[in-house]
Antibody
Framework: QVQLVESGGGLVKPGGSLRLSCGAS????????ISWIRQVPGKGLEWLAF????????HYSDSVKGRFTVSRDNARNTVFLQMDSLTVGDTAIYYC???????????WGRGTLVTVSS | IVMTQSPVTLSVSPGERASLSCRAS??????LAWYQQKPGQAPRLLIY???TRAPGIPGRFSGSGSGTDFTLTISSLQAEDAGIYYC??????????FGQGTKVEI
């Protein structure tokens, strides 16, 4: 099992940047792929980005490709989501997630709220 | 792959059976999961591989289906089962998609 904790959310102006972090509780953090999923408050879930266990491969949804970058530092048990060129539409709760390998999401962080507003 | 859930809202009395539907726009085989979300909380995995209960999930939750049509059944609804339920396809993993959710009211 792994416990995930997001941080770095907050209020940012349109066009601004923010970097989210996802920390993990266990030493085998490097065994887990990580996906970022967001949820507009009161709305549904949207997959955004994925990074493999070694950080060598990443994937992005069309809605964030070219604006968001996911990376990881396994020595620090941390995954990052660099978010640039933010718009009001990026306002959401951002979750860090992982699983045991079949594709379903076994582990969710508690989420961090990102608000993009002038 | 677009996931469509029905109904949008389901009102059920305690002890009654609840059936939630999820339809995929393309075949996802059994690469389908169900999650429960309560206010202020992250979603929780209930069912994976269309019909396998996740560890610690009560037996009243069951999943069925394959291909494009899936059902989550709660056999005898309890007060604590109120929440929003999402289906999730991971056939296209990691480019997974979710249904819009069904709100279960007790």
């Amino acid at each position: 099992q792994v416990q995930l904790v997001e941080s770095g959310g907050g209020l940012v102006k349109p066009g601004g940047s923010l970097r989210l972090s996802c920390g993990a509780s266990r030493s085998r953090f490097g065994d887990y792929y990580i996906s970022w999923i967001r949820q507009v408050p009161g709305k549904g879930l949207e997959w955004l980005a994925f990074i493999t266990t070694d950080g060598a491969t990443t994937h992005y949804s069309d809605s964030v490709k070219g604006r968001f970058t996911v990376s990881r530092d396994n020595a620090r048990n941390t995954v990052f989501l660099q978010m640039d060129s933010l718009t009001v539409g990026d306002t959401a709760i951002y979750y860090c997630t992982s699983g045991e390998g079949d594709g379903s999401i076994d582990y969710w962080g508690r989420g961090t709220l990102v608000t993009v507003s002038s | 792959i677009v996931m469509t859930q029905s109904p949008v809202t389901l009102s059920v009395s305690p002890g009654e059976r609840a059936s939630l539907s999820c339809r995929a726009s393309q075949r996802v085989d059994t690469n389908l999961a169900w999650y429960q979300q309560k206010p202020g909380q992250a979603p929780r995995l209930l069912i994976y591989a269309a019909s396998t209960r996740a560890p610690g999930i009560p037996g009243r939750f069951s999943g069925s289906g394959s291909g494009t049509d899936f059902t989550l059944t709660i056999s005898s609804l309890q007060a604590e089962d109120a929440g929003i339920y999402y289906c999730h396809q991971y056939k296209d993993w990691p480019r997974e998609t979710f249904g819009q959710g069904t709100k279960v009211e007790i």
